[in-house]
């Protein structure tokens, strides 16, 4: 049983960011086991669970970009090491999401005798979401919209720069990060001045799931990583201070949000400019002054350490089966009415099945597909 459940570790993760990605998928998990709770229990939980896709987002940034500015600084702005970006990352992303969005698709014809009238095909081209509301079929899956898209527009946009204009690579990723940062809050500001959110449901569907909308979470990691290559004593010289400032901003952030949004509406008019304009940079600000010091915390032993690791590695197929898939499934198990006995086993079944199944999908699908964009660029060599 050991072996079946193993997984073999690169020896150069990082251990401070599989802490923060750790933290931001259980945070997630937790946060969609609200319908397995009591009312009031969930209504608590809510309160302390933080916006675990915000750390999603700007870790995602700040490791893609390290990659990506690497790639370009080595080998320059051409095409070919566009394409092969691409590859690598679609390798990566695209095989397990494609094999969960098409399992979905086939669970509800064959049980529910279709998708509430929704259309799949933009699914599978990230366009659930890119500037309208994500349909309520595979609600999660509006955050890949946004990792595929700036996958697409951030490296497309220095390769304009540098590559077709021949802006120095260094400067060219600078102006995208500075460009993206703007025009996305600019986008908000706009959407704000043209229709404010009345709910928090429209405030969630409109300003905080759309494509156009949050693509500078994910660039302040990027200017994380532009910070860390290029100007790395500055990067670390003050990383403690800024862990406790920014975990403190994260916490004050995370306060007013939910104070801004008791209840069904957003209850405080004059503030709901900064929860659909503001807030998003606030906390992306805030989680960026952490990786400084998460990125310099380097390794870690004993259970803990083993535990983290693998909630880290598998935390992507974790992220995908959790709420579509692990929690109808327990939901359907268990019946509506149930004692609180029930409840309880419910919610560990659910956490159980969702750490179980992501391991075994990491491991028997998700790894070895991404393993074939290895055998795929030596081919292409």
Not at 83 to 109: D, N
Not at 139 to 153: A, D, G, H, R
Not at 283 to 310: H, N
Request: glycine share 4%; with cysteine.
């Amino acid at each position: 049983m050991g072996k079946f459940l193993s997984i073999d570790f690169n020896e150069k993760r990082i251990y401070g960011l599989d802490i923060l990605r750790a933290a931001a998928i259980m945070v997630v998990v937790f946060s969609h086991a609200a319908p397995l709770l009591p009312n009031k229990v969930a209504k608590f939980q809510e309160f302390f669970l933080f916006d675990g896709v915000f750390l999603f987002f700007v870790l995602s940034g700040f490791l893609i970009g390290t990659i990506l500015i690497k790639v370009l600084a080595k080998n320059g702005a051409s095409f070919k090491v566009l394409k092969e970006f691409w590859i690598r990352r679609w390798f990566r992303t695209i095989p397990t999401y494609f094999l969960i969005l098409t399992l979905l698709i086939i669970l509800g014809f064959l049980f529910h005798g279709g998708i509430n009238n929704v259309n799949p095909f933009p699914y599978y081209l990230f366009l659930q979401n890119f500037s309208y509301p994500n349909p309520a079929f595979f609600p999660e899956s509006w955050t890949l919209s946004v990792e595929e898209w700036f996958y697409l527009i951030i490296p497309s946009s220095v390769f304009i720069l540098a590559g077709v204009f021949k802006i120095p690579t260094k400067k060219a990723i600078l102006a995208v990060i500075i460009s993206i940062i703007i025009s996305s809050i600019f986008i908000r500001l706009y959407k704000y001045s043209v229709h404010p959110p009345a709910s928090v449901n429209e405030w969630d569907m409109v300003f905080r799931k759309e494509v156009i909308t949050r693509l500078d979470s994910l660039v302040f990691g990027v200017l994380g990583a532009y910070l860390a290559l290029f100007y790395r004593a500055v990067w670390i010289r003050h990383k403690k201070i800024l862990f406790i400032v920014g975990l403190s901003l994260l916490i004050i952030t995370h306060v007013i949000s939910m104070y801004i949004t008791s209840g069904s509406n957003i209850s405080v008019q004059s503030y709901g400019i900064y929860l659909s304009v503001f807030s998003f940079t606030v906390t992306a600000l805030a989680i960026f002054m952490l990786l400084p010091f998460l990125s310099e915390y380097k390794s870690g032993k004993g259970f803990i350490f083993k535990a983290v690791t693998y909630i880290s590695v598998s935390s992507y197929s974790m992220y995908l089966i959790h709420l579509s898939l692990i929690q109808p499934f327990t939901i359907w198990l268990f019946g509506e009415n149930i004692n609180r006995f029930e409840i309880l086993i419910r919610l560990m079944l659910y956490l159980a099945l969702t750490i179980l199944c992501s391991i075994l999908l990491y491991k028997y699908y998700e790894k070895p597909t991404t393993s074939l964009r290895e055998w795929f660029a030596n081919r292409k060599r």
